[in-house]
């Protein structure tokens, strides 16, 4: 996680620069980037064999450039979040469910990778603080940040002529500004091979709670601004993010009305959502590229 948030940290310190954030020859700054140190040969064979990884982040340049070459030509990217999740759960819920959605998604694609989970999103007001922001630990941008943050994420994987760039979030704060980005850039890149596309579908809570009750699970909102989709999914991670231990001490292991314990048939149920979120989100953008 410390490699994700420097890496979206350094792409918005470029934000200031209004050609989204591009450096053009005789701009201020362009120098750094001209006399950069990098191969010689772009098309120079990898000298190791590559990592099982949808995750770019996890790749070298060099197993980026093979898997484009190899077909895997798609790319997501997950917006998350930094913000308060009850007493129970640790900051990044969000983070940590695209993590496991992403990867299931783009090894259920075939063709897709991961690029790193955007966690800096819009949370709320500064003066006064409003929403989720009111509470300490949580990071806000503003939605002109966020949209000119996706625009530079997006764009990067435009110049090296990805075929198709997805947006999708585990948040609701995020669904506008994906929407837009996707919006603009379509208009903008109408006669580049790249295409953007919003996967609205990826975040549904509504299909979430009608799957779990099929299967017996009903919960009443407590307040806690916590499911017990997020429990199960992240359960199958790291109980200690649901302070799982410390809970039980307390007699607090339930959220809405539900019991964690067992944990392992709570872990089962989070595999099981996890798949279907994957397949659900998966034809969705199958449909969508035809």
Known sequence: MPLLYRATAALLAILSNPIQGQHLPGTPGAERY?????PADLQSPRPIEGVDTVFLEEMTW??????LKAGKANVIIPTGGIEQNGPYVALGKHNLV??????AIARRLGNTLVAPVVPFVPEGHYH????HLRYPGTISVTEETFERLLTDIA????VHRFENIFLLGDSGDNQFGMEQVAKKLSAAWSDHPSRIHYIHEYYDPSAIRHWLEERGIHEVDEGLHDRFRYAAQIATLDPRHLRINPRRRAGLTSINGVSLLPLEKTKAIGWQLIDFIAQRTALAIERRIR
């Open 34 to 38: 001209e006399n950069a140190s990098a």
């Open 62 to 67: 060099m197993e980026v450039r093979d898997a």
């Open 98 to 103: 695209l993590r496991q959605d992403c990867e």
């Open 128 to 131: 006064p603080k409003t929403h």
């Open 155 to 158: 764009t990067s994987f435009q």
